[in-house]
């Protein structure tokens, strides 16, 4: 069974630039009305954590469902 | 048996601050103060030291500061334009509080001016060369003996003060040649920064004692904290509040101020019954005690008062002679720079005598003779 | 928040920092903070040193001892630094303004004493604090607010000079390889022991620089490092011609048997110690 993943976006030091969600080869992020990362399709995460790497804000974590 | 020697006032300086622990100085070669970086080349890694010549002035004052920060007592020595170009930094040394001795062989300016030539015109710029409020302290020997010892006291003020000090020397006494007596380690006061007591977690690194001076860890102690030249608060983080900065500025200069009659030093000869005092310090006040001396002999009541401290300057002292003396004569190597702290201590209590030599040479006892018969 | 060994090394309670949103040096201070996760180096042993502009703001956000100097004059302090006490890890971080125009002569002289510090040059091509002004890597023909006209002035290669300069250990990776950038990292801070290291990290700066070059968002920025980036491998095989307007990522220099400065100063003193 493909592995799930948990993505934690900390709302207070995200600044909604974007990069994330242009960044994710499986479009799991979109940007929130309130103009933060929010992710819409959660279960299409693979965990490259490319995201996670990218963010200038260290606001994303990425953890592999238990 | 005391050990004698007949030293190079540079070299005294340097080794002065050997004596005062010392163990690191970042400099760049100039004239006439070389004499010191060469000393401390050849002494630190002797005492397991470190000594670096960096590629420019401000990169030896910033070496300085870096390893004080990192735990060593620190040192960097330059002239004119050297000096000049490290103001920037020494501002750094102010506001971040870092102890740090600069030493300063006075030549003739401005810029490249008179390299090889003796010259007092850094006074005001002692006190006033990088920019803002700050609390000065600077010291100025007026023999090979005092290049050594006063070194010591500058280590020792700015250990205990956590800021740069500087020693006022001048080309004249940095390159004399005259007998010391190297005082005997344990005979003398070596004054150690305060460390932190508390635990890491709990250190607050700008959060002073009650002699408003801040405990200070080195980098690799096992305390984590922020060194900024920004303003900053008792965390010692970047602060836009008003409170915090008057707090930090008003500190600075206090911890120096409220300190001040333990910090100025002085000397006086043949003042008991004079009615004419001669201030001067530095190399000229070599020529003034041997115009004074000879003049006692002739009955001319004159005195001698040198300033080693000329910053905080010993205005109470100055203020009290003029209450009982008629005339002060200042004799200095510059177009008047020290006479107006002297002016301002007088207030009109007594007649106040300028005399300024620009011409690159050391008056003669002669000269200041002169300058006494005019008003006895 | 990142990974918890990565929050470890933060200021947590100083967060969100003062960058622009989407900026190439947020990427920068992430990769730092990885690297050093990564390596386990206990955070009282780290020094992270910098000068003045907005790569010198990251110091404060990292909970470590940290040391914000005068513009261009942090590697002389970490000089200081590292010689008072040579157990310490020093990552000194600066932009290009600030490490090769006013900073310049520290950086190459750092280089030629193969003293143990890793310098990393944040390259956002711009004066970024002070308002977009041109700095020693503004492209030619850019615009800058001091080069409303198009910049003239040729710029630095920053790890050319400072392999010409004898840094022993040379990389270059852009913002949009964020893992590449804590790769070479990790390499260039273990590289201490043997000297100098100099990470250049191309980073963006849209507010300023972008504003003026038609690549105002983040996005526009960290695709035009991707699209431009050639692998050191590929470059070798690529005419001057192809590699025009091309940043050549990978690592330049990597001597394993260089000597660093306080070896060799400890050299020094045993031999002081011995006459």
């Given at each position: 069974?493909?592995?799930k ?14 990069l ?20 819409v ?26 | 048996?005391?050990?004698v020697?007949?030293w ?27 004499e010191?970086m ?12 470190k ?41 750094y040394?102010?506001i ?8 300063n ?39 090979i003996?005092?290049c050594?010892e ?20 001048d ?17 003398f ?67 120096v101020?409220?300190?001040?009659e333990?910090?100025?030093e ?46 905080p ?15 002060i004569i ?12 002297v ?15 620009l ?18 | ?11 947590t ?18 990769a730092?903070l ?7 180096i206990?955070?009282?042993q780290?020094?992270?040193?910098s ?7 990251m110091?404060g ?45 520290h950086?190459?002289?750092a ?50 000079l ?13 913002v ?8 070479i ?14 990470v ?7 507010t ?16 035009y ?23 050549v990522i ?11 400065y ?14």
């Amino acid at each position: 069974m493909a592995k799930k993943f948990d993505i934690e976006v900390f709302n207070k030091w995200c600044k909604g630039c974007g990069l994330c969600i242009a960044i994710c080869p499986k479009k799991v992020l979109e940007l929130s009305e309130q103009v933060k990362s929010t992710p819409v399709r959660p279960d299409d995460c693979i965990g490259c954590r490319q995201c996670e790497n990218v963010c200038p804000d260290m606001a994303i974590t990425i953890k592999e469902r238990d | 048996m005391a050990q004698v020697e007949f030293w190079q006032g540079n070299k005294a300086l340097a080794m002065g601050a050997v004596a005062a622990g010392c163990r690191f100085f970042g400099g760049y070669p100039i004239t006439p103060s070389t004499e010191i970086m060469e000393t401390m080349a050849e002494e630190l890694p002797r005492l397991g030291g470190k000594f670096v010549q960096m590629e420019d002035e401000i990169g030896g004052i910033a070496a300085a500061i870096g390893a004080s920060i990192a735990g060593l007592k620190s040192m960097t020595g330059s002239s004119g334009p050297g000096i000049s170009l490290k103001q920037e930094l020494l501002g750094y040394a102010y506001i971040a509080e870092i102890p740090l001795v600069v030493a300063n062989v006075m030549r003739g300016g401005p810029s490249t001016g008179l390299p090889t030539k003796v010259s007092q015109a850094d006074v005001m710029q002692a006190k006033w060369g990088t920019h803002g409020d700050h609390a000065t302290i600077a010291y100025a020997p007026s023999s090979i003996q005092e290049c050594y010892e006063i070194t010591v006291r500058a280590f020792n003020m700015a250990e205990r003060f956590r800021q740069p000090v500087l020693v006022l020397s001048d080309e004249i006494i940095g390159h004399m040649r005259e007998k010391i007596v190297i005082p005997e380690p344990g005979t003398f006061e070596v004054i150690n920064r305060k460390k932190p007591t508390v635990c890491p977690d709990d250190f607050v690194p700008y959060k002073a004692d009650d002699d408003d001076v801040p405990p200070m860890a080195a980098f690799g102690d096992g305390y984590r904290w922020h060194v900024t030249g920004l303003t900053s608060n008792d965390f010692g983080f970047p602060t836009n509040e008003a409170n915090e900065i008057d707090k930090k500025a008003t500190r600075i200069i206090r911890k120096v101020e409220r300190f001040r009659e333990e910090i100025v030093e002085f000397k006086e000869e043949s003042m008991e019954d004079a009615e004419i005092v001669i201030v001067s310090y530095g190399s000229v006040s070599r020529s003034s005690l041997r115009a004074i001396r000879e003049l006692r002999k002739q009955n001319v009541k004159v005195g001698h008062f040198r300033p080693i401290s000329l910053w905080p300057f010993p205005e109470k002292q100055i203020a009290e002679i003029s209450k009982r003396v008629k005339h002060i004569i200042v004799p200095e190597l510059n177009a008047g720079q020290m006479v107006n702290e002297v002016e301002r201590a007088v207030a009109g209590r007594c007649e106040v005598h300028r005399k300024n030599l620009l011409n690159g040479e050391l008056y003669k006892p002669d000269e200041i003779m002169a300058f006494i018969k005019e008003v006895a | 928040m990142p990974r918890e060994d990565v929050k470890k090394l933060l200021r947590t309670k100083f967060m969100p920092h003062i960058w622009c949103p989407g900026c190439g040096h947020g990427i920068i201070m992430h990769a730092i903070l990885r690297a050093i996760a990564d390596l386990k180096i206990p955070k009282e042993q780290v020094c992270i040193s910098s000068g003045i502009g907005c790569s010198s703001r990251m110091p404060g956000y990292i909970d470590a001892c940290t040391l914000h100097t005068a513009h261009g004059r942090s590697l002389a302090f970490a000089t200081g630094v590292r010689l008072a006490n040579p157990d310490l890890t020093i990552v000194n971080v600066m932009g290009d303004g600030d490490g090769t125009a006013i900073g310049g002569n520290h950086f190459i002289h750092a280089c030629r004493r193969n003293i143990g510090i890793t310098a990393v040059v944040m390259n956002n091509n711009i004066y970024g604090m002070t308002g977009g002004q041109a700095s020693p890597t503004t492209p030619e023909g850019a615009f800058a607010s001091t080069a409303p006209y198009g910049a003239i002035d040729p710029t630095f290669d920053i790890c050319k000079l400072a392999e010409g300069a004898g840094a022993t250990f040379v990389a270059r990776a852009t913002v949009a390889q964020p893992v590449m950038c804590e790769q070479i990292l990790k390499k260039a801070i273990l590289h201490q022991k043997k000297g100098f290291a100099v990470v250049e990290l191309v980073s963006y700066c849209h507010t300023q620089f972008g504003r003026k070059n038609k690549r105002s968002r983040p996005m526009d920025n960290f695709n035009y490092l991707k699209d431009n980036s050639v692998m050191k491998a590929k470059a070798d095989t690529m005419t001057a011609e192809e590699l025009k307007g091309k940043i050549v990522i990978g690592e330049f220099v990597n001597i394993e048997d260089a000597r660093e400065y306080t070896k060799r100063y400890d050299e020094v003193i045993a031999r002081a110690q011995k006459a």
